[in-house]
Nanobody, 122 residues
Framework: QVQLVESGGGLVQAGGSLRLSCAAS????????MAWYRQAPGKQRELVAA???????KYADSVKGRFTISRDNAKNTVYLQMNSLKPEDTAVYYC????????????????WGQGTQVTVSS
């Protein structure tokens, strides 16, 4: 069984910062891409930032220059540092990871965390 557990969400004023963490645990053989998505009320879930095993990153245009994604492969953890937060960043943030499981052959699955609420007040 594999779990992604997020932490770090909360309420912050505009211009403030938050750091989200997502730790993967369970019978993990390998972790490929890891990413953060968000979903605001009445809107579709959207990609915020993603990172590969080698450290390559990509960001949504709306967060470039303000958010930074990073990962600690030894801890199976991905982070999202969010600076200069805006009210439009308010959403539930979800961690996503492509994780390899040996069953006994290696099979990759997509896992999601339970989500963490980020609220930015104006």
């Amino acid at each position: 069984q594999v779990q992604l557990v997020e932490s770090g969400g909360g309420l912050v004023q505009a211009g403030g910062s938050l750091r989200l963490s997502c730790a993967a645990s369970g019978s993990i053989f390998s972790i490929n891409d890891m990413a953060w998505y968000r979903q605001a009320p009445g809107k579709q879930r959207e990609l915020v930032a993603a990172t590969t095993t080698g450290g390559s990153t990509k960001y949504a245009d709306s967060v470039k220059g303000r958010f930074t994604i990073s990962r600690d492969n030894a801890k199976n953890t991905v982070y999202l540092q969010m600076n200069s937060l805006k009210p439009e960043d308010t959403a539930v943030y979800y961690c996503n990871a492509i994780i390899g499981i040996k069953t006994p052959r290696l099979v990759e699955y997509v896992y999601w965390g339970q989500g963490t609420q980020v609220t930015v007040s104006s």
